[in-house]
């Protein structure tokens, strides 16, 4: 998979009290984080963005208070797919 990479300056960096190992992964999640709250991004491209398992970015979005981007048409969706499991047994 390709990838994208931006730049960050190392001063500003060095003054976020992040240990510098740990750099990639915070900024990850955190943009994970925000693009999902602003509606950039879907719930499964963010818990990918931010390298964790769905269940982990269900518990931090809660931790965070970042609500679910749930809609009615989310919504509807489920339900179709759900009367065509029901219909398919």
């Given amino acids: 998979m ?3 990479a931006i730049q960050i300056p190392e001063q ?7 240990p510098r190992q740990q750099w ?3 900024i990850k999640k955190e943009l994970a984080f925000h ?13 990918r963005l931010a ?4 269940i982990e970015f ?3 979005l809660g931790e965070r208070r970042i609500p679910r981007q749930y809609n009615i048409e989310n919504y509807e969706k489920d339900l179709e ?5 029901r219909n398919s047994e």
């Fill in 2 to 4: 390709k990838s994208v």
């Fill in 12 to 18: 500003i960096m060095n003054e976020i009290k992040i």
């Fill in 24 to 26: 990639a992964s915070v």
């Fill in 35 to 47: 693009l999902y709250r602003e509606g950039y991004v879907s719930f499964a491209n963010a818990h």
């Fill in 51 to 54: 390298e964790i398992s769905k």
């Fill in 58 to 60: 269900h518990y931090l």
């Fill in 81 to 85: 797919n759900l009367a065509g499991w």
